[in-house]
């Protein structure tokens, strides 16, 4: 809800807002309708391919935990030619 709370600033510096999640787009959507809908698309990541491509994987969560796969919390800056140009994960 960060993101949300965030949102118009964002869009003042010409950024977009997108969240990835560990989650399956079902659990996604059940998310978004309970929150009333959210502004940024929400990408669908299960098995957490990207999450750990990205080298953001939570690492301190055992496998066989249900929370296993999450990201750490964080935030990308993209510029339009897809480059990352800046970026912060908590530890």
Request: proline share 7%.
């Amino acid at each position: 809800m960060e993101l949300d709370k965030s949102f118009d600033k964002f869009g003042a510096q010409g950024l977009a807002v997108v969240a990835i999640s560990y989650d399956t787009p079902e659990i996604l959507a059940h998310f978004s309708e309970q929150m009333g809908g959210l502004r940024y698309p929400l990408l669908a990541v299960p098995a957490s391919e990207m999450i750990r491509a990205f080298g953001i994987l939570k690492r301190n969560v055992p496998e066989d935990h249900a929370f296993f796969g999450m990201a750490r919390p964080g935030t990308f800056v993209i510029d339009a030619d897809g480059i990352v140009t800046s970026k912060y994960f908590e530890p």
